[in-house]
């Protein structure tokens, strides 16, 4: 065993991973971009078109142990994912390296069984939730290799590192034509931004394009280019556009909420870096979409326009464009229907590739130029730390996301969360699984206070305008404290050694692993 600079215990292997800790030595970055690509199956033009999604998987020479990929920008609604793993099994292929940009509730099929019965045997995502992660938790499925956990901006690195070698990439589209130019953007059921296949696309050896939308050459808008599209298969849907942004909250009228909410818009407020041309991003969940809302008002308070807006994009943020307050829009993926439509509609609404987004591997990413981000957690800990990833039982809750990826490469990154959740607290002593290292988080924001962490590069910088703004706060300690006076001390966790799960840092360090739990 070994311990990282965060003081997590890890192993030094599970099964044949092995486990460099955060903290150690830095990823080389001279290391050349590596990719899986092969040679087109085409050079004469024609269609690509093939009648079913078994002759795309037996015309790529689909193989056992090999790795499959897809998107997540559907969500709830995917109906691919369910289709392609049905076709495998209909040939016998088993063995197979699952590397989706996210692992999501499917109510359309059990992914579950899929690995129960051999034909998945290795997971890489950013997250996995429901059935499946709650069978890994609890050791009723078991895998001999470790679940690989990434921030969203580690998929891109791995992949161009040769870390994640994908053989046959599946990629959800609401059009495309015959010849594989497609989108997300128009069609019977749009998802808007297609920015985490981007990186597939060009890298996988094989590229196949499902749609249930089929368009004139050339497509347009296209999204993915015929350059990379290998093969085309039409089925009769591809998702439901209704339900891109299941799981993500409508504006919230929870009191607790809104005072969050409206607290971390006085912050930003406060801040020296909100003036002209500033940047941000605030997410998807009930509090985030809240304080676009209160955001909006102190910009017109103080007659600020934003340079951009980034990440996954709602509604709100589409509001604040088409007001004049935002220039520009820089979308990685659609929380809801109109912010899908709006990147067609709206000459300022981007839709982005997500290692353009959040790759600090690259030579340049959104990330860097970005002011101030709106993060949400589950549980944040006395040295900052968050927890993006499981519960108060240990039940895998949620993903990573994009939040360590922000939290290191905003100005200020801001996390919110209620200080308990039901007779649970949020605040606590000591995050039960780390995702995003508490140095990179500049403060935490609950409904009883504000706390700065001493220890962010620009504490000095924030405590001065907060003091300057008559905003008071109060030390991370006192709210943890202050939890537990409401809740009781928790219950500790139990789990076992066995290691079901590794969560990555985004140089590919691991922040922290995840153990099977006693329940």
Same mark, same amino acid.
């Given at each position: 065993?070994?311990?990282?600079?965060?003081?997590?215990?890890?192993?030094e292997?599970?099964?044949? &991973? @092995?486990v460099r800790? &955060?903290g150690?030595?830095?990823?080389?970055?001279?290391?050349t971009?590596?990719?899986? +690509?092969?040679?087109?199956?085409?050079s004469?033009g024609?269609?690509k !078109?093939l009648g079913?999604?078994?002759?795309a998987?037996?015309?790529?020479?689909?193989?056992?142990?090999?790795?499959i990929?897809?998107?997540?920008?559907?969500?709830e609604?995917?109906?691919?994912?369910?289709?392609?793993?049905?076709?495998?099994?209909?040939?016998?292929?088993?063995? !197979?390296?699952?590397a989706?940009?996210?692992v999501?509730n499917?109510?359309?099929?059990?992914?579950?069984? &899929?690995?129960?019965?051999g034909t998945?045997t290795?997971?890489?995502?950013?997250?996995?939730?429901?059935?499946?992660?709650?069978?890994l938790i609890?050791?009723?499925i078991?895998?001999?290799?470790?679940?690989? !956990?990434?921030?969203?901006?580690?998929?891109?690195?791995?992949?161009?590192? %040769?870390?994640?070698a994908?053989?046959?990439?599946?990629? =959800?589209?609401s059009?495309?034509?015959?010849y594989g130019?497609?989108t997300g953007q @128009?069609?019977?059921n749009?998802?808007?931004s297609?920015?985490?296949?981007?990186i597939?696309a /060009?890298s996988?050896?094989?590229?196949?394009?499902?749609?249930d939308?089929?368009?004139?050459?050339?497509c347009?808008p296209?999204?993915?280019?015929?350059q990379?599209v290998?093969?085309?298969?039409?089925v009769?849907?591809?998702?439901?556009?209704?339900?891109?942004g299941?799981?993500?909250?409508?504006?919230?009228?929870? $009191? +607790?909420?809104?005072t969050?909410?409206?607290?971390?818009?006085?912050?930003?407020?406060?801040?020296?870096?909100?003036?002209?041309?500033f940047?941000?991003?605030?997410?998807?969940?009930?509090?985030?979409?809240?304080?676009?809302?209160?955001?909006?008002?102190?910009?017109?308070r103080?007659g600020?326009?934003?340079?951009?807006?980034?990440?996954g994009? #709602?509604?709100?943020?589409?509001?604040?464009?088409? =007001?004049?307050?935002?220039r520009v829009?820089?979308c990685?993926?659609?929380?809801?229907?109109?912010?899908?439509?709006?990147?067609?509609?709206? $000459?300022?609404?981007r839709?982005?590739d997500?290692a353009? &987004?959040?790759?600090?591997?690259?030579?340049?990413?959104f990330?860097?130029?970005l002011?101030?981000?709106?993060?949400g957690a589950?549980?944040?800990d006395t040295?900052?730390?968050?927890?993006?990833?499981? %519960?108060?039982?240990g039940?895998?809750m949620?993903?990573?996301g994009?939040?360590?990826?922000?939290?290191e490469?905003?100005?200020?990154?801001?996390?919110?969360l $209620?200080?308990?959740?039901g /007779?649970?607290?949020s605040v606590? +002593?000591?995050v039960?699984?780390?995702?995003?290292?508490?140095? #990179?988080?500049?403060?935490?924001v609950?409904?009883a206070?504000?706390?700065?962490?001493?220890?962010?590069?620009?504490?000095?910088? !924030?405590?001065e305008?907060?003091?300057?703004?008559?905003i008071?706060?109060v030390?991370i300690?006192?709210?943890?404290?202050?939890?537990?006076e409401i809740?009781?001390? $928790?219950?500790?966790?139990?789990?076992?050694?066995?290691?079901?799960?590794?969560?990555?840092y +985004?140089?590919?360090?691991?922040?922290?692993?995840?153990?099977?739990?006693?329940?």
């Amino acid at each position: 065993m070994m311990v990282n600079s965060l003081g997590r215990e890890l192993p030094e292997k599970v099964g044949s &991973y @092995i486990v460099r800790p &955060y903290g150690s030595e830095a990823v080389e970055t001279a290391v050349t971009v590596r990719t899986n +690509r092969t040679a087109g199956t085409r050079s004469n033009g024609g269609s690509k !078109l093939l009648g079913s999604i078994v002759a795309a998987l037996e015309a790529c020479g689909l193989q056992s142990g090999m790795t499959i990929s897809f998107h997540h920008s559907f969500r709830e609604g995917d109906l691919v994912v369910g289709q392609v793993m049905a076709a495998i099994r209909e040939l016998g292929i088993h063995d !197979l390296r699952f590397a989706p940009s996210a692992v999501v509730n499917l109510s359309n099929f059990s992914l579950a069984e &899929y690995v129960r019965d051999g034909t998945i045997t290795r997971i890489e995502a950013s997250g996995i939730r429901g059935e499946l992660g709650d069978s890994l938790i609890d050791g009723s499925i078991r895998m001999e290799e470790p679940a690989i !956990l990434r921030p969203h901006g580690a998929r891109p690195r791995a992949i161009e590192m %040769g870390e994640l070698a994908i053989d046959v990439a599946f990629i =959800a589209v609401s059009a495309s034509d015959e010849y594989g130019n497609s989108t997300g953007q @128009i069609g019977t059921n749009i998802c808007g931004s297609l920015g985490y296949s981007f990186i597939d696309a /060009r890298s996988a050896r094989k590229v196949v394009v499902i749609t249930d939308t089929l368009v004139d050459y050339p497509c347009c808008p296209a999204s993915i280019s015929q350059q990379y599209v290998d093969y085309v298969v039409k089925v009769d849907k591809v998702g439901d556009s209704g339900k891109i942004g299941a799981g993500a909250a409508r504006l919230t009228k929870n $009191p +607790r909420d809104l005072t969050i909410a409206q607290r971390v818009a006085e912050i930003i407020a406060a801040s020296r870096r909100f003036q002209e041309g500033f940047s941000f991003q605030t997410g998807a969940g009930a509090i985030s979409i809240a304080c676009t809302k209160f955001l909006s008002e102190q910009m017109e308070r103080r007659g600020v326009t934003a340079s951009f807006a980034l990440g996954g994009i #709602t509604s709100g943020i589409i509001d604040m464009y088409d =007001a004049g307050q935002v220039r520009v829009v820089e979308c990685s993926q659609s929380f809801d229907a109109r912010a899908a439509g709006a990147i067609y509609s709206r $000459p300022g609404v981007r839709e982005i590739d997500n290692a353009d &987004y959040a790759n600090a591997y690259s030579k340049g990413n959104f990330l860097d130029h970005l002011n101030f981000g709106v993060l949400g957690a589950l549980e944040v800990d006395t040295d900052f730390n968050v927890n993006l990833l499981t %519960g108060s039982s240990g039940r895998m809750m949620g993903g990573l996301g994009g939040g360590p990826d922000v939290a290191e490469g905003a100005d200020i990154s801001i996390v919110t969360l $209620p200080i308990v959740r039901g /007779r649970t607290p949020s605040v606590v +002593r000591r995050v039960f699984t780390c995702c995003t290292p508490g140095e #990179t988080v500049a403060c935490v924001v609950t409904q009883a206070g504000i706390a700065l962490n001493p220890h962010h590069r620009h504490y000095g910088e !924030l405590r001065e305008d907060l003091e300057r703004a008559g905003i008071k706060p109060v030390t991370i300690q006192e709210l943890q404290q202050l939890a537990e006076e409401i809740t009781g001390v $928790p219950e500790p966790i139990r789990t076992t050694d066995r290691v079901v799960a590794v969560v990555e840092y +985004r140089d590919g360090s691991v922040v922290d692993v995840i153990r099977e739990t006693v329940f």
